[in-house]
């Protein structure tokens, strides 16, 4: 069940967790576009830094009861409404990406149309934006840090007709 599910703003507590996070190599590894050094803690303390100060994302921590398992954010990419999200991968498989995609979307940032990008082989992360009424709006070539190499992704995007779902 994931009714347990919530989203609230980013504490400074938080950050260590998401570290932690984003610095498990196959979590990079699967989501594939990284920071360059996902291990670099003072580089990603400036990152977060540097998100919370800006007015234009919009950003929250993904709970289940009170334990933090991942955040999501949006933000403007060439003009452009993007989401963005990670989960801690002891919890990956049991719908708290699904249900805190909805929830943000519904509740936190309802502008659309809403773009996200996943690497063409996160077959999961697909999986979670399909489920949430994204589709697949094109193909494009990018460099993934976490593997050393350009990869395919897949752009999806929701339209302005998603009526939401909570």
Not at 12 to 19: G, Q
Not at 104 to 109: T, W
Request: proline share 4%.
């Amino acid at each position: 069940m994931t009714d347990d599910v919530q989203l609230r703003d980013v504490s400074e507590a938080d950050l260590p967790v998401l570290f932690e996070h984003g610095s498990d190599p196959e979590a990079a590894h699967m989501a594939a576009f990284t920071a360059k050094d996902p291990g670099d803690r003072k580089a990603f303390t400036a990152h977060w830094s540097r998100i919370l100060a800006d007015p234009r994302v919009v950003t929250r921590t993904i709970t289940r009861g009170e334990e933090v398992v991942g955040s999501i954010s949006s933000y403007e990419e060439s003009g452009r409404r993007e989401v963005t999200y990670w989960i801690g991968r002891s919890h990956w498989g049991r719908g708290i990406a699904t249900r805190a995609l909805e929830l943000f979307l519904a509740d936190v940032d309802p502008r659309r149309p809403m773009r996200a990008r996943a690497a063409k082989d996160n077959v999961a992360s697909r999986r979670v934006l399909e489920k949430c009424g994204f589709t697949v709006v094109g193909e494009a070539v990018g460099f993934a840090n976490a593997r050393g190499a350009e990869i395919e992704e897949l752009v999806l995007e929701l339209g302005e007709d998603w009526p939401g779902k909570t």
